[in-house]
């Protein structure tokens, strides 16, 4: 926390901006550092006269960020805007504490211009404040001074008559008329410490008001620096000899296990963290009573639930197997508990009227000597969790530094995390993609077909780890389609499909990226063609090697990471009409491919208990896009035609009964039949798609 910020503002590029683009710029700036507010968290206003879209009298306008934004990313239309003086006038409707969340049902008669976006409900606590450019934000270092035991104190000792501090209350309209009459009374305040929450401070232009609330950031964490005991949390009490690829390889035994066991109700992604502020917290001596208090800032108990759960070993020992077994040994007592005490906190703290019990599963799970995982709905989710959690860290360590930390009162974070109006939210989300929560491993992921089906999975919502040799093609597959969908949802590993061990290495990533595998789609090929009589020991090798061991060893691995979720699973294999049609000067292929063929039927019949299904796409004739065909396959397989190879494509179409070319669309659309529960009673079964091809019917 010693590391200051400094300011990135531009003035030459401020130059030219009007009052709102300036804002969404400081908004920006100050959203693109985690140390100053997290992803989704915080939020920024300022106060601009306009003029009336009816009268074109100039009005004063709130502009602030709206409901679900995020300050980092968001753009002009993220803010809501409201006539300031209706805002004041809703002082006269308030009828209380009990009548908080009415309020927020008149912010939509505030609303200026028609503007559609929701504004949320910390609007009042910027109306109130009578300062033009206001910023609350929640930095580690100035929240673990509102989340220290004698907070008001340290406030007056660090900031002097510069900030006010106001005891704990729920956001809301009541602390927003605390926080405009505390700033009307005193004029010379900055801004205000909320206990527990976070940060408000203001100005009279968006600059001063970015460099204002970078300079109180910079005054809280220069004094936990000079204050730092350091002996973070009662110092070590377990050792640090596990070294990364340890740690990674006993993370990624546990996190499809622990997945499998948590996603009763919903399918979850995982995420995985042994960053160097996990490992000094979850090795030390404070580690367990501190997780058990849980987070106090309000962003971070909502994205990380009331506490995390701790799995914990003998720090004496540091064989990986021995600590994966002992693990798994008591996991199931371990989560049983936690879902115990989280439905026991629920019966103690529900009102009537409170929303029925969520998911009793944790969120964030903590492991002595190996570092973090997070679980959530979807991979941003899981990933911002836990961003939030290494923040609480760091607010945790301040705040011991400074006199011990306090946690949220537990009736309070309740009433946080079962608001009516975040139930609302909830219930306004979309509903989940067909594939939400499930995680697809596809080889050959940057050719063709491979590129195509990773893009139909993700526009049915799930994640996808595209493996490749190709580290160059695979680079580009994966931009562009993280492009499309973001970076949270696409991950690349590299991968020769014949090497076991490569095989292994790849799928301990996904686990450790996504938490596990619930569909593989074996695609990696190559193509030969010869006269049997001129096909070589080593072009017969290289095509079993490929396509038939290659397929085996990624299939196993899939299986076993799927056996161990037992949540069932789908594995898809890209063979070939040649599978089940012999080609002339092909031998070696088509052995091949109809060995997969085979395979995938013997792993349905033993998969099927498990519900682990396995299914076949048999393309034909796949030119577009297709790595395989850009090599000598095509002149090879032109010439067994005995036809030039620019007429190969349309000797193809001519071939198939619906006289169509087969794109590698058309594959990816099968595969994601057999991905989704559209195909919940189909294993063992064939999937041609090659416009018809009459010798290929497979019955």
Sequence with gaps: MSVLLNTLWDDNRALKMSESELLLYRSNLLGSDLRITNFGGGNTSAKIFSPDPLSGDPVEVLWVKGSGDDLGSMHQDGFATLYLDRLLRLRALYKGLDHEDEMVGYLPHCTFDLNPRAASIDTPLHAFIPHAHIDHMHPDSVIAIACAKNSQALTKEIYGDRLGWLPWQRPGFDLGLKLGDMARENPDLEG????????????????????????????????????????????PLVSTALDTAARQEIAAALMPVIRGKISETQAKIGHFTDAPEVLTFVNSAQLAPLAAIGTSCPDHFLRTKIRPLVLDFDPANTAPAKIINHCLQTLDQRLDAYRDAYAAYYKRCAHANSPAMRDGNAVVYLLPGIGMMTFAANKATARIAAEFYINAINVMRGAQSAGGYVGLPEQEAFDIEYWLLEEAKLQRLPKPKRLAGKTAFITGAAGGIGAATARRLLQDGACVMLADIDQAALDACAQDLANDFSNDVVATTLCDVTKEDAVRQAFAETCTTFGGVDILVSNAGIASSAPLDETSLDLWNRNIDVLTTGYFLVAREAYMVMKKQARGGSIIFISSKNALVASANAAAYCTAKAAEVHLARSIALEGAPLGIRCNVVNPDAVLHGSKIWSGDWKKERAAAYAIDADKLEEHYRQRSLLKRNVLPQDIAEAVAFFATERSAKSTGNIINVDAGHAPAFTR
Excluded at 193 to 215: M, N, P, V
């Design 192 to 235: 205000v410490i909320l206990q527990g929450h976070g940060l408000f401070s203001w100005a009279d232009t968006s600059k001063a008001c970015y460099e204002r609330t970078l300079d109180i950031i910079n005054i809280s964490a220069q004094w936990l620096a000079q204050n730092d005991d350091q002996k973070s949390f009662g110092g």
